[in-house]
């Protein structure tokens, strides 16, 4: 157990629709990291968070959005869904902003219908 | 744009054997480099990582092989078992902090008995 957990585990919806995925990092940490996790492109860092501020962006379309909250957990907003979307999302926090070892969380595995 | 190509995307190999991953990269401003496995549902864990200043780093099976020169490192699993069945990812990043962790597109192993 990694220590980061990760919600939903699954998450089914429709082509249009908004989601929210949680991620509450390791106790400690302060960075989070988002990343999506695609069988043709394998994973892909969306964004990261140290302390409630964004630190690093990566290739996050225009529809996602992500937040850290003062508790330090995070959330990845994804909105007007595709089917292209559907993929494995990843958490991961590290307790500095440098990024040698992530722990990463089990994922939300999200389908669009 | 792939950073990190890593070959193959799919190896088998049998018990006792020798599996070997490959991976190259182009930013030469990477400085560390750290290989990920990932069980089925579950987020990569971090296995072995190498600095550039060693050609080789071994943790019991696991080996890299790092060549500067060519910008290739690989991951060498000696004696593989079944419980190594998993996905392999390499991974290289900057140095300090707030810099993202690029991947390789991840090499599915699995070693029958």
């Known amino acids: 157990d990694s220590g980061v957990t990760q919600t939903p585990k699954h998450l089914i919806t429709a082509t249009g629709q908004r989601v929210t995925l949680r991620c509450s990092p390791r106790?400690?940490?302060?960075?989070v990291y988002w990343y999506q996790q695609s069988l043709d492109q394998g994973l892909q860092f969306l964004i990261q968070y140290y302390n409630g501020e964004e630190r690093a962006k990566g290739n996050i379309l225009e529809r996602f959005s992500a937040q850290q909250f003062p508790d330090l957990h995070s959330e990845l907003n994804l909105s007007s869904l595709e089917l292209g979307d559907s993929a494995l999302y990843f958490c991961?926090?590290?307790?500095?902003?440098?990024?040698?070892?992530?722990?990463f969380g089990s994922g939300t595995q999200l389908s669009v219908l | 744009q792939q950073q990190v190509k890593q070959s193959p995307q799919s190896l088998i190999v049998q018990k006792g054997g020798i599996s070997i991953i490959n991976c190259a990269y182009e930013n030469t401003a990477f400085d560390y480099f750290p290989w990920y496995q990932q069980f089925p549902g579950k987020g990569p864990a971090l296995l072995i990582a190498?600095?550039?200043?060693?050609s080789e780093k071994k943790e019991g099976r696991f080996t890299i092989s790092f060549n500067k020169s060519a910008k290739q490192f690989s991951l060498h699993i000696m004696d593989s078992q079944p419980g190594d069945s998993a996905t392999y990812f390499c991974?290289?990043?900057?140095?300090?902090?707030?810099?993202?962790?690029?991947f390789g597109i991840g090499t599915k192993l699995q070693v029958i008995p």
């Open positions: 190498i600095r550039p200043d060693v």
């Open positions: 991961a926090s590290t307790q500095g902003a440098a990024n040698e070892k992530l722990f």
């Open positions: 991974a290289a990043s900057r140095g300090g902090g707030y810099q993202k962790v690029t």
């Open positions: 106790s400690g940490d302060l960075s």
